[in-house]
């Protein structure tokens, strides 16, 4: 994968995350767990080029996050499609959910990201940030919140971004 800067990156944020998806990948003590996002964001904060992800707390993934200093986000082809969808609905708590689609981690020093991704998004874990309740509309809170299942943000700051060439 050849490295580009993140002013370069053609992605458009509302079709790459919303509408097309991503990974969100990180690595504890050796072990790697990866979960689907479709919400997110991308952009400038404190002065870097940064990423915003929203991981509710029942997320394995969560875990990973919280026990390692970076994680990654990484886009793929139509054609992974599939395998995005089946992470995105079972917890590496039950299953070997990167063995089973096949996908290959690769590591670049302590971040992990996949080899058949056609981006990789490489990141710091730079702040967290818990959504509170109190600070969102009812109508949003009962849509989406019901459960008390809500989501922390985690603030990325990118520190490298991989295009397959
Ligand atoms: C299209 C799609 C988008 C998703 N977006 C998010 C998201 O932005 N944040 C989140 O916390 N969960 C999201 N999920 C749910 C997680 O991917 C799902 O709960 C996953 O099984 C968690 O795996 P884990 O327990 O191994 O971390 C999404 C799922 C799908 C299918």
Redesign the pocket.
Known sequence: MKEIKAAEWKANPFTAIGKE?ML?TATKDGVT????????GMGVMWGSDVVY????Q?????E?IEGSDSFSLTFFPESQRKN??Y???????DED?IAKTGLHVVMDGDTPYFEEAHTAVLCTKWSKHPIKMDDMPEDVRERWYGDGDW?DMYIGRIEKILVKE
């Open positions: 998806w969100i767990n990866t979960m689907t996002a479709s919400w997110g992800v929203f991981i509710r029942s997320r394995y993934t969560k990973f995005m969808a992470i995105g609905s079972t917890s590496g708590r959910k989501h």
